[in-house]
């Protein structure tokens, strides 16, 4: 059964530092993994979808990278802003399933 | 990106009353959505795949004859709480999409359902 497990549970930063955040699969017999923001009590922004056979996936500070064969994958956002404040969810994708979440980063970036 | 909606956004119900929620693909036809249920501070559970002209599948642990889905059209899909308990007070997050494996999956914005 897959399992995705994201660390760390919550992380605290200041203004402009580069982080990182993680995300593992047990099972890497996956299609696809999407990195999504939650800000509280909203739902689901889609950052970034990354297939199996892809590396990498960037979209402005944002850049996913994906290990299927280690089932590691790395969001990495640039120079951080209080606005990236928010839950970051990792979710692995099997062909005609339901997405499978790992239980999500909270971001708290101060000014 | 295709676009999903929910309606209601928000609803307040009694205890032992029925809620309905839709769940719409606006611009793109859907033959399987999900709905999952996330509670406070916690990450999206799956409750059930709703598959259209057919029954749906219920995760385990999920009651299949509280949670009534329906997927009657190729763009909508309801989810029905039966006899609604606080405990099933939580947010409701349907998804679309995804039926090749390889596609994105779109989701929703949610409806919080409080039951007093």
């Known amino acids: 059964k897959q399992e995705v497990t994201q660390i760390p549970a919550a992380l605290s930063v200041p203004e402009g530092e580069n982080l990182v955040l993680n995300c593992s699969f047990t099972?890497?017999?996956?299609?696809?993994l999407q990195w999504f923001r939650q800000d509280p009590g909203k739902g689901l922004t889609s950052l970034l979808l990354?297939?199996?056979?892809?590396r990498e996936q960037t979209s402005g500070r944002l850049n996913a990278s994906l290990d299927k064969s280690s089932g590691r994958s790395t969001l990495y956002i640039a120079a951080s802003q209080p606005g990236d404040s928010a839950t970051y969810l990792c979710a692995v994708g099997q062909a005609g399933t339901a997405l499978i979440f790992g239980k999500g980063t909270t971001l708290s970036v101060s000014s | 990106g295709a676009v999903v909606s929910q309606h209601p956004s928000r609803v307040i119900c009694k205890s032992g009353t029925s809620v309905k929620i839709e769940c719409r693909s606006l611009d793109f036809q859907a033959t399987t959505m999900f709905w999952y249920r996330q509670f406070p501070k916690q990450s999206l559970m799956l409750m059930a795949t709703s598959n259209e002209g057919s029954k749906a599948t219920y995760e385990q642990g999920v009651e299949k004859d509280k949670f009534l889905i329906n997927h009657a059209s190729l763009t909508l899909s309801t989810l029905t709480v039966t006899s609604a308990h606080p405990e099933d007070s939580s947010f409701y997050i349907c998804?679309?999409?995804?039926?090749?494996?390889?596609?994105?999956?779109?989701f929703g914005p949610g409806t919080r359902l409080t039951v007093t």
């Open positions: 990354i297939q199996s056979s892809q």
């Open positions: 998804s679309a999409g995804g039926e090749t494996g390889f596609d994105e999956q779109y």
């Open positions: 099972d890497s017999a996956i299609y696809n």
